[in-house]
C-alpha cells in the first residue's frame, strides 16, 4: 500500500478556521520552504507566481513535523477544536 492508499483510508472533519497559520511575509523571504517538503499530506504549497502560501489545514495529520521544520519559526500550530481534524482508523 503505498502512501496515498493510507491517506485515502483517514477520515476528516474539516473546521470552520485553519489551526494551522503563518505569515505569510515571511515566508516570501524563505530561502528553502521546507514546509513544502516535509509535510506527508501536502497540506502546504507556494505559489511563486502569485508569492503566496496555501495551506490545505484540512489534510493535515497532526504529525507536528512542519513546525520542527519551519527555520525561520513562522508556523502557529495548535491542535484542531475538539471532534474536528483527522481520525485515524485504529486510533
Ligand atoms: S518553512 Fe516556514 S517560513 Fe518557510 S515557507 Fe514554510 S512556513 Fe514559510
Ligand atoms: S502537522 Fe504534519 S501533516 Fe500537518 S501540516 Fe504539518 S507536516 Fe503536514
New binding site residues.
Given amino acids: 500500500m503505498n502512501i496515498d492508499d493510507k491517506l485515502a483510508t483517514l477520515k476528516y472533519n474539516k473546521d470552520k478556521d485553519s489551526h494551522?497559520t503563518i505569515d505569510n511575509d515571511v515566508c516570501i523571504h524563505c530561502k528553502n520552504r521546507y514546509c513544502t517538503y516535509?509535510?506527508?499530506?501536502n497540506?502546504?504549497e507556494w505559489n511563486d507566481i502569485k508569492k503566496t502560501m496555501t495551506i490545505r489545514y484540512e489534510n493535515?495529520?497532526?504529525?507536528?513535523?512542519?513546525?520542527i521544520a519551519c527555520e525561520k519559526k513562522n508556523i502557529t500550530?495548535n491542535y484542531p477544536n475538539a471532534e474536528y481534524g483527522v481520525k485515524f482508523k485504529n486510533g
Avoid at 60 to 67: D, F, N, Q
Fill in positions: 494551522l516535509i509535510c506527508p499530506a497540506v502546504y493535515c495529520l497532526e504529525c507536528g513535523a512542519c513546525k500550530w
